[in-house]
């Protein structure tokens, strides 16, 4: 579907224009200035290119100048509960807020934030998750369906729409993928503004990536989604580089290198997997576009991986070097990573 999405400006990063960022969120506790300075200029340099972090009380506000001192991407204040945090982190130089409108008080305190925030020129992201929904309207549906979601997210559009704001972010996350998947297809049939994209407590780095990719994945290739974060119950860099998978698998992004790599079988007379898995890390912060294969052996080596920039096939305790699917030499097992990191810098 091609979906017709309304601009939301965010510092320098225009949502909707079709192309789509990656978000992650700090872990460090709120209290701990340092710690969290230090993780976003981390975060920054990994990739990321708008960053979150928690606001849980008004301590918590010195967040935000300290960190927008230090990093050159977008900071979002995640607020609950009390609306006086995002007026405060409003008047401390935030780039964006995250509320669910429905629990920080009453209509007049929306107002307050929606007034405040578009006097500023500050987008508000609403943000409906399965534990949020409001109980009329679990009470409606039975369970956080997907309809439920949807209709919860856009009670609270529709309040701060009557306040005179659209500067408006929507992300309604589920830790189901399928719920996920089909509340987000209703939603972009039914609104036009950005979506923020994520499966919502996906789980550990393994099943959070696996969740993630097939949740964003299905919806990106679908033409939903304008910014994405993938929820790992990990470093939060991690979730940069999975973020950055995805994108390029799906190819929309074309930034650094992508790496092919065979399975092994029973012709495999090389360390193959060591080698790919060291290869994978010695490039993943890589910026040159690249596709690397890295294969077991020569049968499907430079033939299978012939659309590769570059790549090795493994021999008996050593390896060829082939660009294109030519052969250029061999290279001895213990030095393929070297020879092939060398040729890399060269390209």
Same mark, same amino acid.
């Given at each position: 579907?091609?979906?017709?999405?309304?601009?939301?400006?965010?510092?320098?990063?225009?949502?909707?224009?079709?192309?789509?960022?990656?978000?992650?969120?700090?872990?460090?506790?709120?209290?701990?200035?340092?710690?969290?300075?230090?993780?976003?200029?981390?975060?920054?340099?990994?990739?990321?290119?708008?960053?979150?972090?928690?606001?849980?009380?008004?301590?918590?506000?010195?967040?935000?100048?300290?960190?927008?001192?230090?990093?050159?991407?977008?900071?979002?204040?995640?607020?609950?509960?009390?609306?006086?945090?995002?007026?405060?982190?409003?008047?401390?130089?935030?780039?964006?807020?995250?509320?669910? %409108?429905?629990?920080?008080?009453?209509?007049?305190?929306?107002?307050?934030? +929606?007034?405040?925030? /578009? =006097?500023? @020129? $500050?987008? #508000?992201?609403?943000?409906?998750?399965?534990?949020?929904?409001?109980?009329?309207?679990?009470?409606?549906?039975?369970?956080?369906?997907?309809?439920?979601?949807?209709?919860?997210?856009?009670?609270?559009?529709?309040?701060?729409?009557?306040?005179?704001?659209?500067?408006?972010?929507?992300?309604?996350?589920?830790?189901?993928?399928?719920?996920?998947?089909?509340?987000?297809?209703?939603?972009?049939?039914?609104?036009?503004?950005?979506?923020?994209?994520?499966?919502?407590?996906?789980?550990?780095?393994?099943?959070?990536?696996?969740?993630?990719?097939?949740?964003?994945?299905?919806?990106?290739?679908?033409?939903?989604?304008?910014?994405?974060?993938?929820?790992?119950?990990?470093? %939060?860099?991690?979730?940069?580089?999975?973020?950055?998978?995805?994108?390029? +698998?799906?190819?929309? /992004? =074309?930034? @650094? $290198?992508? #790496?092919?790599?065979?399975?092994?079988?029973?012709?495999?007379?090389?360390?193959?997997?060591?080698?790919?898995?060291?290869?994978?890390?010695?490039?993943?912060?890589?910026?040159?576009?690249?596709?690397?294969?890295?294969?077991?052996?020569?049968?499907?080596?430079?033939?299978?991986?012939?659309?590769?920039?570059?790549?090795?096939?493994?021999?008996?305790?050593?390896?060829?070097?082939?660009?294109?699917?030519?052969?250029?030499?061999?290279?001895?097992?213990?030095?393929?990573?070297?020879?092939?990191?060398?040729?890399?810098?060269?390209?």
């Amino acid at each position: 579907m091609k979906r017709t999405v309304k601009q939301v400006k965010l510092k320098d990063i225009v949502l909707g224009d079709g192309r789509v960022t990656i978000q992650s969120m700090l872990n460090r506790p709120a209290e701990d200035i340092a710690g969290s300075v230090a993780q976003a200029v981390q975060l920054e340099k990994a990739g990321c290119e708008i960053v979150r972090a928690a606001i849980p009380n008004r301590e918590a506000v010195s967040l935000v100048p300290a960190i927008k001192e230090r990093i050159h991407i977008p900071l979002v204040a995640d607020i609950h509960f009390d609306y006086r945090l995002a007026l405060e982190c409003a008047a401390a130089g935030i780039d964006k807020i995250r509320i669910n %409108p429905g629990n920080i008080g009453s209509d007049e305190n929306v107002k307050k934030v +929606a007034d405040t925030c /578009r =006097n500023s @020129g $500050i987008p #508000i992201r609403i943000g409906v998750n399965s534990g949020s929904v409001e109980k009329h309207i679990l009470a409606k549906y039975g369970a956080p369906t997907p309809e439920a979601l949807v209709e919860s997210a856009l009670y609270h559009v529709r309040l701060l729409e009557r306040f005179d704001f659209d500067d408006i972010v929507i992300s309604i996350k589920s830790s189901h993928v399928p719920t996920m998947v089909a509340a987000y297809e209703l939603l972009a049939e039914q609104c036009p503004y950005p979506l923020h994209l994520g499966v919502t407590e996906a789980g550990t780095e393994r099943m959070g990536l696996v969740k993630s990719a097939a949740g964003i994945g299905s919806l990106l290739l679908h033409g939903i989604g304008d910014t994405i974060r993938v929820s790992l119950t990990a470093d %939060p860099v991690k979730e940069i580089y999975a973020a950055k998978d995805i994108l390029r +698998a799906l190819g929309l /992004r =074309n930034d @650094g $290198i992508e #790496i092919v790599s065979c399975p092994t079988c029973g012709r495999t007379k090389i360390d193959l997997i060591g080698l790919a898995s060291r290869i994978e890390e010695a490039l993943k912060d890589s910026n040159k576009h690249l596709k690397v294969a890295v294969m077991g052996c020569v049968v499907n080596g430079p033939g299978e991986a012939r659309e590769a920039d570059i790549g090795i096939a493994g021999g008996d305790g050593c390896a060829v070097l082939f660009k294109k699917g030519e052969i250029i030499r061999k290279i001895p097992e213990e030095e393929v990573i070297t020879q092939l990191l060398r040729e890399i810098e060269a390209m």
